[in-house]
């Protein structure tokens, strides 16, 4: 398990390395004053859990938590107690340390990070071969993930589109964009996820995808652009 540690406190840092140099299995690839120094590192370096105080010189820790778009698990340590309500609203806070703190509760948390981390790393979210079956009128259809070109939403109702089928059932948008990998699919609109390696041009608003035509919401056409690394 990997992590980095973000305090500017020189004593805090040094108990952190210690407890963490009693551990074999859990290396630190990084230690930062501050999180804004992070932020890069974290957006091109895979971290299982952060070490992260609250009060911080550029920006507080619950807030930096905020500015990420996946982020890992995260440790908070602080010297206020009275912070651990509201920065466990946030998800990916596992556990909250109160410094001074000894080993024995370093070690609970970091088992804590470790449980979630294994759960996760075990989801397949970015396989575009894997394969679903679908309940449709109490049949099992086989869909394979990387087939679907686009999945559209009417009220209730979800329609799966591949290249072979349609398959309509009661679901929802927001399950399916939860569970389509991001590395192909992306939101268009407020009713249609799209497959971006079946995209044959763009006009005005409306994206093809061969002769199916698809509306672009203007809510979600910058993020489509950036996406297919349109400039």
Request: proline fraction near 4%; include cysteine.
């Amino acid at each position: 398990m990997t992590c980095i540690i973000i305090e500017d406190e020189i004593p805090a840092q040094k108990i952190l390395k210690n407890y963490l140099n009693k551990l074999p299995n859990v290396q630190l690839l990084a230690t930062f004053n501050a999180a804004i120094e992070a932020n890069t590192f974290l957006n091109t370096t895979s971290v299982d859990v952060v070490f992260l105080d609250i009060n911080l010189p550029d920006i507080s820790g619950v807030d930096f938590i905020k500015t990420l778009k996946n982020p890992p698990a995260i440790i908070m340590t602080t010297a206020y107690p009275d912070y651990a309500v509201s920065s466990f609203e946030l998800d990916t806070i596992v556990d909250y340390l109160v410094k001074p703190f000894s080993f024995d509760r370093f070690l609970k948390a970091i088992n804590k990070a470790k449980r979630i981390t294994i759960t996760h790393k075990e989801k397949p979210s970015n396989n575009t071969d894997e394969t679903l079956f679908l309940n449709v009128d109490k049949t099992l259809h086989k869909v394979v993930v990387s087939d679907v070109t686009y999945v559209e939403s009417d009220r209730n109702y979800i329609t799966i589109v591949t290249k072979t089928k349609k398959l309509s059932y009661i679901d929802s948008l927001k399950n399916w964009k939860e569970k389509l990998p991001e590395s192909i699919f992306i939101q268009v609109h407020k009713s249609f996820i799209i497959n971006t390696n079946y995209v044959d041009r763009i006009s005005g608003n409306e994206i093809y995808l061969g002769n199916q035509r698809i509306p672009i919401g203007r809510t979600f056409k910058q993020e489509l652009l950036k996406k297919l690394k349109i400039v």
